[in-house]
């Protein structure tokens, strides 16, 4: 499938306006200024995921937060880091340092608040927004190599997956993930369908953004 360039843009507004949002509440959180970024995102087929991940990541270890979704639109959004760097983050975040006896449980327990907050920020966005209903599970911590992140789930191949370069800057430290969000079939084209909605009037046509997408 491929995207129009209004709805590449949309998309990207939208993820930006979520992870906004997951930034000021986590700056609140650790009293430290922190800044999320989407610099692009991408559209993926299902066979296309695994060597994308791959290449990005070249082979790193990675840690993974998972929350799914489900309503106007179902699927399952991901948050995921090179174990480096997630460790690095929690280390910012809690001031644990590595060689900690404790770290790896406040690591999942960190990175679990921390990919709930984003994930729920993105999620929350496209719903709000597009005015969909979205219900959401408890989030869950996976850590493993590309291959076994992709085996412990079932992606079926008329799926459709939707990647967010991420990128944490904390106290000048730069760290880079993902966020995966996979739709199951027919989801993603009810939310390219709410999107097209939005655009319905003339109006909003006219101005080239729908009012209630704009923020400053």
């Given at each position: 499938?491929?995207?129009?360039?209004?709805q590449?843009?949309?998309l990207q507004e939208?993820v930006?306006?979520?992870?906004?949002?997951?930034a000021?509440?986590l700056?609140?959180?650790?009293?430290?200024?922190i800044?999320?970024?989407?610099p692009y995102?991408?559209?993926?087929?299902?066979?296309?995921l695994r060597?994308?991940?791959k290449k990005?990541?070249n082979?790193?270890l990675?840690?993974t937060?998972?929350?799914?979704f489900?309503g106007a639109?179902?699927g399952?959004?991901?948050l995921?880091f090179p174990?480096?760097?997630a460790s690095?983050?929690?280390e910012?975040l809690t001031?644990?340092v590595?060689g900690?006896?404790d770290?790896?449980s406040?690591?999942?327990?960190t990175l679990l608040e921390?990919?709930?907050i984003v994930l729920?920020g993105?999620?929350?966005?496209?719903?709000?927004?597009?005015?969909?209903?979205l219900?959401?599970?408890?989030?869950?911590?996976?850590?493993?190599m590309?291959?076994r992140?992709?085996m412990?789930?079932?992606?079926d191949?008329?799926?459709?997956?939707?990647?967010?370069?991420?990128?944490?800057?904390?106290?000048?430290l730069?760290?880079?993930?993902?966020?995966?969000?996979?739709?199951?079939?027919?989801?993603f084209d009810?939310?390219?369908?709410a999107?097209e909605?939005?655009?319905?009037?003339d109006?909003?046509r006219?101005?080239g953004?729908?009012e209630r997408?704009r923020y400053?």
């Open positions: 499938m491929n995207l129009t360039v209004d590449i843009d949309i939208l930006n306006i979520g992870v906004g949002r997951a000021g509440v700056n609140e959180m650790i009293g430290s200024p800044c999320l970024r989407i995102i991408k559209l993926l087929s299902p066979p296309e060597p994308e991940l990005r990541f082979g790193d990675l840690s937060v998972r929350l799914n489900s639109f179902s399952t959004a991901e995921i174990t480096e760097s690095t983050l929690v910012v001031d644990e590595v900690t006896p770290l790896d406040v690591k999942i327990g921390v990919g709930n729920n993105v999620m929350g966005s496209l719903s709000n927004m597009l005015a969909q209903h219900e959401y599970s408890l989030p869950t911590y996976v850590e493993g590309v291959d992140l992709l412990s789930k079932e992606l191949a008329n799926a459709s997956v939707f990647l967010a370069h991420t990128r944490f800057t904390i106290e000048q730069q760290i880079a993930g993902d966020i995966i969000l996979i739709f199951k079939v027919g989801s009810a939310m390219l369908k999107i909605l939005a655009f319905e009037s109006d909003e006219d101005s953004c729908p997408f400053s």
